[in-house]
């Protein structure tokens, strides 16, 4: 399925895998580009099954799990190293918008205890 998508619509699906919540903002810094706005608006008029907006805001966005899930795997599968690399990416953008749980969750999955202590002990 996911290799009959553009490229570009597959690496974006495939790289934000790693987020719990989609945002433009969050999904610029963790891909380190711009216009993802654009896609994730996009995806909500889509009416895709695999991506919910959240109620309380809809320039949110999140995967269906099991959704997230093939995309998780695909990333692993393909790009292995580039997981610790986008998970830091979102611990550093969490961390600066004031969600340091979140970040501490990303920096523990990008297999990085020293940056989540640094980020619960500020």
Known sequence: MLHRLAPDLRAFLVQTAVLDRLSPALCDAVLDRRGS???LRSLAESENLF????????????????FADLLLADLRADRPELEPVLRRRAAGWLDAHGDPDAAVTQALAAGDPALAATIAYR
């Not at 991506?51 to 099991?66: K, N, T």
């Open 37 to 39: 706005g654009a896609v």
């Open 51 to 66: 991506v919910v907006v959240h109620d309380d805001d809809p320039e949110s966005l999140r995967y269906h799990r099991l």
